[in-house]
């Protein structure tokens, strides 16, 4: 076998790999109130096993799933700060071109994050289908702002398209 085609095979594979351990570390919260996730151990020290590995599971087919993966993919880089491009970026493969417009426009009037409806960035979130019609499906978005009893929830409707899977629309519930 020729060595190019080695090389682009084993490619293929690094990138599958490396596809299929960011969906894993980015879904968790998938499923649901079911999964039980220890605190974060302080820096620089180990956390101690708790029981047996929380699994995952995702189907591509499912834009309730998409809406997940793309706020958990988003929050977690929104997050660490560090890379502004990956943010742009996964508004382009999940957001539909007028999306993008509309998030652009709220940006530029509110001030704040047109994706969150925020300035600042939740410490938890959860999605659910919240019906469909029309082809196009809506899952419900549920930010967590703080730790604690007294926590502040916001929701957000997000509509997607159920031929493309893009998002097309964003609304904060009232």
């Given at each position: 076998m020729p060595t190019r085609v080695r090389n682009r095979r084993g490619?293929?594979?690094a990138s599958a790999l490396t596809a299929a351990l960011s969906l894993a570390a980015v879904t968790p919260a998938l499923a649901g109130t079911a999964a039980s996730h220890p605190a974060p151990a302080a820096p620089g020290t180990a956390r101690p096993a708790s029981g047996p590995p929380t699994a995952v599971q995702?189907?591509?087919?499912?834009v309730t799933q998409r809406v997940a993966d793309f706020y958990g993919a988003y929050?977690?880089?929104?997050?660490d700060g560090s890379d502004?491009?990956?943010a742009r970026a996964l508004k382009a493969f999940y957001l539909s071109a007028d999306a993008r417009r509309k998030v652009a426009a709220y940006e530029a009037r509110e001030h704040a994050d047109g994706i969150l409806f925020a300035q600042n960035v939740p410490v938890k979130w959860k999605v659910a289908y919240a019906g469909s019609g029309g082809g196009h499906a809506t899952s419900r978005?549920?930010?967590t702002w703080s730790d604690g009893r007294n926590a502040q929830v916001t929701k957000i409707d997000?509509?997607?398209?159920l031929?493309?899977?893009k998002i097309t629309?964003?609304?904060p519930v009232r």
């Open positions: 490619l293929i594979a995702g189907d591509p087919r499912s929050i977690d880089t929104v997050w502004p491009a990956a978005v549920t930010l997000v509509r997607s398209d031929r493309t899977r629309d964003l609304k």
